[in-house]
């Protein structure tokens, strides 16, 4: 849509979000009304109350004008004594038909809130974006995995791709291609993940750490937030000195440990608390 409209004003990106929330507002509909050449993007039926103030502009009865919209936003259509109002004071027939096809109307001060919180983030985005990846993948990484996801933007392109190309694509593999394509623009980002760390890493929050993210105990998949706290409250009251060490005060299991050897986090630990005496 942003592409196909190319807006460069606040009301215009208003537009295009309520454009963007219903059937019948876009495709079938205003798409082909700007595409065609009929009317601008500032003319169309955008938001529902565009045709609220339209009608009147145009002379029509502010009370019909209203239940007009109420009826367009319903999904409900035009009436026969809508249809007469809006002819009688020349009104386009393609908004008039643009009316018929609308099946749902977005308020426009949905459009603001959205519009408006959309920009804070991509202000956010474009200036602080170690900050923006970490609280983003802190809050909605569902299809992150660190045990996967530590990779290269020649890797990532090929997964992303692998998936596109999927026939059926599983919630699974949508979650994480859309983790993939925010990790593959970090990276071109210059913005590095760090592997989970006995130490460093927090129970579930990404941190900044260098400019980079170190990740969290629970990104790794089939980690638990409860062996996470475990190992967390176990190594504030003093180091591992083993990985038998890590099992017995982290009340991890051998699949867990497992999990992290695999993941390189426990390197450099010992496997017992055994001494060698030769």
Not at 138 to 163: S, W
């Amino acid at each position: 849509m942003l592409e196909e409209t190319q807006p460069d004003t606040m009301e215009e990106l208003l537009r295009i979000s309520g454009l963007s929330h219903g059937p019948d507002v876009w495709l079938g509909n205003a798409q082909e009304i700007i595409a065609q050449g009929i009317a601008t993007l500032s003319e169309c039926v955008c938001c529902r109350d565009d045709i609220m103030n339209y009608l009147i502009s145009m002379g029509c009865a502010p009370k019909l004008s209203f239940t007009t919209m109420e009826s367009v936003r319903k999904g409900k259509g035009l009436k026969p004594e809508m249809e007469k109002e809006m002819n009688d004071h020349n009104v386009p027939n393609w908004f008039m038909d643009s009316c018929r096809k609308i099946k749902y109307m977005f308020p426009k001060g949905h459009a603001v809130a959205y519009v408006t919180m959309s920009l804070r983030v991509a202000w956010y985005k474009l200036h602080f974006p170690s900050a923006y990846y970490c609280a983003y993948f802190t809050v909605r990484g569902d299809g992150f995995d660190a045990a996967t996801m530590l990779l290269d933007p020649d890797t990532c392109r090929a997964r992303i791709r692998e998936i596109r190309n999927m026939d059926k694509p599983s919630a699974k593999d949508k979650e994480q291609q859309t983790s993939l394509e925010l990790v593959l623009e970090m990276n071109m980002r210059g913005i590095r993940f760090l592997p989970v760390d006995l130490y460093k890493s927090d129970i579930s929050h990404f941190r900044i750490e260098g400019g980079n993210l170190r990740c969290p105990f629970t990104s790794l998949g089939g980690l638990g937030e409860s062996v996470a706290v475990s190992i967390v409250s176990a190594r504030e009251q003093a180091p591992f000195v083993s990985i038998e060490d890590l099992s017995q005060r982290g009340h991890v299991g051998s699949s867990i440990i497992e999990l992290l050897r695999q993941h390189g986090t426990l390197e450099g630990l010992d496997e017992t608390s055994q001494i060698s005496m030769f």
